[in-house]
């Protein structure tokens, strides 16, 4: 099949479930300070960069904090969040997504990571799946966090397509915006009802099958 569109995908709830654990750190962060965060104020934090999560926790806590204090908690969380995901392997890849990474490789369809995340690089080499992606973007490589597009446009740059000839995987609201800003193809995976933005839904890999990358690819 001639390869004419440019696959992206997000890392953190959308090719692996890492989405509980930053939760759990943030949570624990949280607690240490004397305030609960819900599952439901974590949806919120999806896709969202390491800072803006911890100055929105701190909104919800009503706490102000100093500089300094600031760079320990993001520390801190962050060595609590590595604790938690060291022992990721293969078998951590979100179910139907081995499918659909295989069938892209087979075929010789170039994909990149879009993703907020700056552990993303150690994950997908613990999940070895590194070597796969044609470029990596991740939140070392941003000056803008979702919803703005940057970590899409430069995906799909270093994938030599035009943003309209992308097609994003993402799992959080402001990912599924920063597709839509940048004019690709957004697939929302998870929630339909929170993801309406979205140009086609699915709760999680499982049900997506191989007829319909096919026909993504080609449209
Ligand atoms: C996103 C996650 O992919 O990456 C967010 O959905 C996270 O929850 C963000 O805050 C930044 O990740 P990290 O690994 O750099 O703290
Ligand atoms: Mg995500």
Known sequence: MKNSKGIIFDLDGVIVDTAKFHYLAWRKMANDLGFDI???????LKGVSRVHSLEQILGWGNKTVSESEFERLMTSKNEDYLARIAHMDEADLLPGVK?????LTEN???????????NARPILKGLDIEKRFTAIVDGNDVTKAKPNP??????????????????VFEDSVAGVEAANVARMISIGIGDSERLKQADYNFADFTEIDIDFIEKILRK
């Open 38 to 44: 819900t599952l439901e104020q974590n949806e919120q």
């Open 99 to 103: 499918k659909v990474l295989d069938y």
């Open 108 to 118: 010789n369809i170039p994909f990149a990571l879009g993703s907020a995340s700056k």
């Open 150 to 167: 940057e970590v899409f446009l430069i995906a799909a740059e270093k994938l030599g397509m035009a943003p309209e000839d992308c097609i």
